[in-house]
């Protein structure tokens, strides 16, 4: 059965810094783009970065700038590192893969908590 693997979610200080993972076989991995989405309480689930095959990046304007994606391809796995993060980007984060944003193998979900 095909997994993909979430970790990195915890609390943190406004300001402060989190690395999420999302790992995945060798073959899910090569062949598709990843993202990541999160879902705030009562809003809808909005993509947020996204990585595709070739390297390429998106942004969505509320993280421009702050968070960052890659891809370790020795590693199987995909990375969103989250910069000077504030209250607004308390959410629970989800990894996609697929053919293209959005459709594809979704994550389990970690939760991301910006709190003093």
């Known amino acids: 059965q095909v997994q993909l693997v979430e970790s990195g979610g915890g609390l943190v200080q406004p300001g402060g810094s989190l690395r999420l993972s999302c790992a995945t076989s060798?073959?899910?991995?090569?062949?598709?783009?990843m993202a990541w989405y999160r879902q705030a309480p009562g809003k809808q689930r909005e993509l947020i970065a996204g990585?595709?095959?070739?390297?390429?990046?998106y942004y969505a304007d509320s993280v421009k700038g702050r968070f960052s994606i890659a891809r370790d391809t020795a590693k199987n796995t995909n990375y969103l590192q989250m910069n000077s993060l504030n209250i607004k980007d308390t959410a629970v984060y989800y990894c996609n893969v697929g053919r293209s944003w959005g459709t594809g193998l979704w994550g389990q979900g970690t939760q991301v908590t910006v709190s003093s």
């Open positions: 060798e073959d899910i991995f090569r062949f598709n783009a």
């Open positions: 990585i595709t095959v070739d390297g390429d990046t």
